[in-house]
């Protein structure tokens, strides 16, 4: 069993930066692969990234490619979502999950999931 608990949500300006961070529990954190998902209201939940077991591969939705970045760290049990130039349209809530596959862009492939963080990006 993995908890996950995300943190670092909350208001921010168009054009701004947010950090998320996801603390899990257990003692077997590096076996899993780690994702970042975001469901806005009234829409149906979508990949941002992923980032494999050792941090050494990363996956972007296209949207996100070249303003957020994906970052873990095995000793502190955290995997981080760095969100640079924020947009309007990306206000939603942000979930961290754990996989034990490997298709890291697939919500069903992920085994655990946390409560969420709310991200308002404001115009």
């Known amino acids: 069993q993995v908890q996950l608990v995300e943190s670092g949500g909350g208001l921010v300006q168009a054009g701004g930066s947010l950090r998320l961070s996801c603390a899990a529990s257990g003692r077997t954190f590096s076996t899993y692969g780690m994702g970042w998902f975001r469901q806005a209201p009234g829409k149906e939940r979508e990949f941002v990234a992923a980032?494999?077991?050792?941090?050494?591969?990363?996956y972007y939705a296209d949207s996100v490619k070249g303003r957020f970045t994906i970052s873990r760290d095995n000793a502190k049990n955290t995997v981080y979502l760095q969100m640079n130039s924020l947009k309007p349209e990306e206000t939603a809530v942000y979930y961290c999950?754990?996989?034990?596959?490997?298709?890291?862009?697939?919500?069903?492939?992920?085994?655990?999931w946390g409560q969420g963080t709310t991200v308002t990006v404001s115009s």
């Open positions: 999950a754990a996989s034990k596959g490997s298709r890291w862009r697939m919500a069903d492939e992920y085994d655990w």
């Open positions: 980032i494999s077991r050792s941090g050494g591969i990363t």
